[in-house]
């Protein structure tokens, strides 16, 4: 039954693969194009792309069916347009215990859902934490700017307790750093904490409402498994143990040396200084959670290079061909599937047109570029870091990432995530520039986006990248934020939306102007003398607890 699917599938993509070729090469016939791409993708039959899923196997097959017509060199495993990335998925098996004990002695047991949520692990399927609490504010390490949210804290043998976010005075993308939490929980195991908590700050409960969050707990997450079988996992001795709510902070610090609201407003400074101090007494966490070894694909194609020595140094292009499946609430008759047309059947539409426009264009890069197409970005960036931490011989020496274009208007700027951090900044503002658009600084610093998308895993191993989202301008930000208000990571992302398919066209074309002059210049991209990511990851090393 299985395999009569995928055969039908097969057809089914073969169709909207030869509608494309039958029209002209012009601007309209891309965005035509564009329409076909993602009218598929996006559509019911492959049930929201899930990675791991039927689904995702159906567009994974559609997508190596489009760079063979293109005539690409299969660049995946034994010949063929596929990287299997072994995984490990891993969700809660239950919604856990969390118990707050008072220097008395007595006990208050906070409820999951509203005061708590509880975090999965994926190197143990049973974990019981009890260990007194340490309030470190941001959390924050920051040596370049004399800081450090530690000092003069003994967190050995203890919870870290750590505010969600960083300080609003950091530049956008380092903000966007200091917040991961694979930042601060590295941080606390390095000085030997035991368990990690976040607690929501107002600003997070803005962004992402608690109550909406809590939701998705039995949601199935995943990591990648290491070559000895094991899953990958970061700050290993240091686990995130659950995430607070406002109210739930507030029974944290109940009888605290300061008061949360303090303690809030103190973090809401541009530098985002608080006291840090003790908490009065103890917490204890216990978590059960569900492990399964998984699979998946990346789709990876190769247009190789044209001249004799640069041809060995290689663009990659990337977009995410996941999304989230299916939902598991919806009552009889509701929508149940993820659809997933801007998020991110836009962006892989708008890759394709960037891989054709090399073709079309007769004339071969300098430089070798790959178009990868990778799994279970939604589960967190997992493919990209699979990709990027086992590239073997392959010399990535640049990314450009298109992921979730806001297709919904005709953009007339864009953010260019990582531009100016190395010498792809002059090109995106040439290509800017070619196509008509402007540039525009970062309109949403609190989402932290520069680590929130596949280009930060080629970041993290030494690779210049940039990641361009569609701006504010013209309209831009009713429409960008009304999609992340009501649709982003909803039902509604499906192709019922105004989609302005030549605004897809548009965003290929700047695309394809960056990798265009990265794959042909003279010089290999390298981060700018002095940068803070080029200090962080800029030697090329591939650490593995990063």
């Known amino acids: 039954m299985r395999s009569k699917m995928f055969v039908a599938a097969a057809v089914a993509a073969l169709s909207f693969a030869c509608a494309a070729h039958a029209q002209p090469a012009a601007g309209a016939s891309s965005a035509e194009r564009v329409r076909a791409h993602m009218t598929f993708l996006a559509s019911d039959l492959l049930e929201g792309r899930e990675a791991g899923t039927r689904g995702f ?15 690409l060199k299969p660049a995946g495993d034994a010949g063929t347009y596929f990287q299997t990335t072994p995984m490990v998925s891993y969700r809660a098996a239950d919604q856990g ?6 220097a008395r002695g007595a006990e208050t047991p906070l409820a999951a859902g509203q005061d708590f949520m509880i975090s999965s ?8 934490v ?3 609490l340490v309030f470190v504010g941001y959390g924050v390490v920051a040596p370049e700017r004399g800081r450090d949210d ?3 804290l003994n967190v050995k043998g203890k919870i870290v307790v750590a505010l ?3 300080p609003r005075a950091f530049q956008s993308e380092e903000r966007a750093y200091y917040r991961s939490a694979r930042t601060k929980r590295l941080e606390a195991e390095k000085r030997g904490a035991v368990g990690f908590v976040t607690i929501y700050t107002p600003t997070t409960e803005k962004m992402r409402p608690f109550a909406e969050s809590a939701k998705h707990w039995r949601n199935w997450n995943m990591t990648w498994r290491a070559p000895a079988g094991g899953p990958f996992v970061v700050a290993p001795k240091t686990p995130g143990l659950a995430t607070l709510s406002v109210p739930g902070a507030q029974k944290l610090f109940a009888g605290s040396k300061v008061p949360l609201d303090q303690i809030y407003a103190a973090a809401q400074t541009p530098e985002g200084v608080t006291p840090r101090f003790a908490l009065p007494g103890r917490l204890s966490v216990e978590a059960r959670t569900e492990l399964t070894d998984s699979e998946s694909r990346n789709v990876a194609a190769l247009l190789e290079g044209s001249d004799p020595a640069l041809k060995a140094e290689t663009v990659v292009l990337s977009a995410h061909l996941d999304h989230e499946g299916v939902r598991d609430d919806a009552k009889p008759g509701e929508d149940r599937i993820y659809n997933g047309a801007l998020d991110n059947a836009g962006g892989v539409a708008t890759t394709f047109e960037v891989a054709r426009a090399f073709v079309e264009s007769g004339r071969r890069p300098k430089r070798s570029v790959l178009f990868l197409l990778v799994t279970a ?5 997992v493919g990209a870091e699979y990709f990027a931490r086992n590239m073997g011989a392959l010399n990535a020496v640049a990314n450009v990432n298109l992921d979730m274009p806001i297709l919904i208007y005709d953009f007339t700027d864009v953010v260019a995530f990582g531009a100016d951090r190395s010498s792809i900044g002059p090109a995106v503002r040439r290509a800017a520039g070619r196509v008509g658009v402007a540039l525009s600084g970062d309109p949403l610093p609190d989402e932290g986006l520069f680590t929130r998308s596949d280009h930060y895993r080629f970041v993290e191993v030494g690779v210049p990248s940039v990641f361009l989202m569609t701006g504010f301008q013209n309209g831009g930000e009713a429409k960008f934020t009304g999609f992340l208000k009501d649709c982003y990571h909803k039902v509604c992302d499906d192709l019922s939306q105004p989609i302005d398919y030549a605004a897809g066209a548009k965003f290929a074309r700047i695309n394809y102007q960056i990798a265009r002059e990265l794959a042909d210049g003279d010089e290999r991209p390298s981060w700018n003398k002095g940068d803070f990511f080029g200090g962080k990851f800029g030697d090329g090393r591939r650490a593995a607890d990063r």
């Open 164 to 166: 969600d976010g960083a």
């Open 377 to 381: 970005e939604e589960k967190g960036l």
């Open 121 to 128: 692990n994926p190197s143990q399927a049973e974990l019981k």
């Open 97 to 102: 215990k969390v118990t707050l004990r008072d």
């Open 150 to 152: 530690y000092k003069g």
């Open 57 to 71: 196997d159906i567009a994974a097959n559609y997508a190596a069916a489009q760079f063979a017509q293109l005539g």
């Open 130 to 132: 009890a260990a007194p």
